[in-house]
């Protein structure tokens, strides 16, 4: 009698585990999805820059040895943010002139070392185009703090990138940033005012997607422990 109660009451939870074990299968599957769509797929036995088409310009993620471009303007008044548009074009455009027969990351940060006076004088020129005397800062350098961001349809984290940082006035203003080489400044390149708009949904869009893949991981983790404490 005990032996049968016993058996019945194995096959019970044997059951009750059924349900669970379908909603973890459908989780994972769904993380697998939203991770295709959402981070970036890494080549093994690549080197950094071998995802990258030179011919057509197509990228399909940040490489991992990249000069990255953010400029900081002085406010958000609409004529500092269009002055930030406007240094952001002309530094793209010299940048990518002067390290376009380049392949190797060394040779693209010799040159724009050696040009970062050219670099200055072209930012100088935009200001005095717009009647600014605002001070401002450009460098290259390493350590330079990005938040997170989506690029594309993939999202990169926030961390500390080698770029050419300008900082004009303040910097209190909105930013941009890209990527200057590989040359991928275009991808995010509308008119001016499409890019002024979208720049400031970006980050927190990129914010909201990572804590809904945490969530999921959450749910994950704790259906796992149910069937597993079953």
Same mark, same amino acid.
């Given at each position: ?40 797929? %890494?080549? *093994? ?10 011919? @057509? $310009?197509?990228? #399909? ?94 999202? %990169?984290? *926030? ?10 006035? @303040? $910097?209190?203003? #909105? ?56």
């Amino acid at each position: 009698m005990w032996e049968k109660v016993k058996h019945i009451f194995k096959e019970y939870k044997k059951n009750a585990k059924m349900p669970l074990y379908f909603i973890f299968i459908l989780s994972m599957f769904l993380m697998s999805w939203e991770a295709h769509f959402f981070y970036p797929a %890494y080549q *093994a036995h690549s080197t950094p820059l071998t995802s990258y088409n030179w011919a @057509d $310009g197509k990228e #399909d993620y940040i490489p991992e040895e990249s000069i990255r471009l953010r400029i900081k303007s002085n406010s958000n008044s609409p004529a500092d943010q269009q002055l930030k548009l406007n240094i952001r074009n002309e530094v793209n455009r010299h940048v990518s002139t002067w390290t376009s027969d380049f392949e190797d990351l060394k040779q693209a940060r010799a040159e724009i070392e050696n040009r970062m006076p050219e670099l200055q004088t072209v930012i100088q020129n935009e200001l005095d185009k717009m009647n600014v005397s605002t001070p401002f800062n450009v460098s290259l350098k390493e350590g330079v703090d990005f938040p997170t961001k989506q690029y594309g349809k993939r999202i %990169y984290p *926030a961390g500390e990138y080698e770029a050419v940082f300008v900082e004009i006035g @303040d $910097g209190l203003g #909105d930013n941009w940033w890209c990527v200057l080489f590989p040359p991928l400044c275009f991808v995010d390149m509308g008119d001016s005012k499409e890019s002024a708009e979208s720049e400031n949904t970006d980050v927190p869009e990129s914010e909201e997607e990572v804590e809904v893949s945490f969530f999921v991981v959450e749910v994950v983790q704790s259906l796992w422990g149910k069937i597993t404490s079953a």
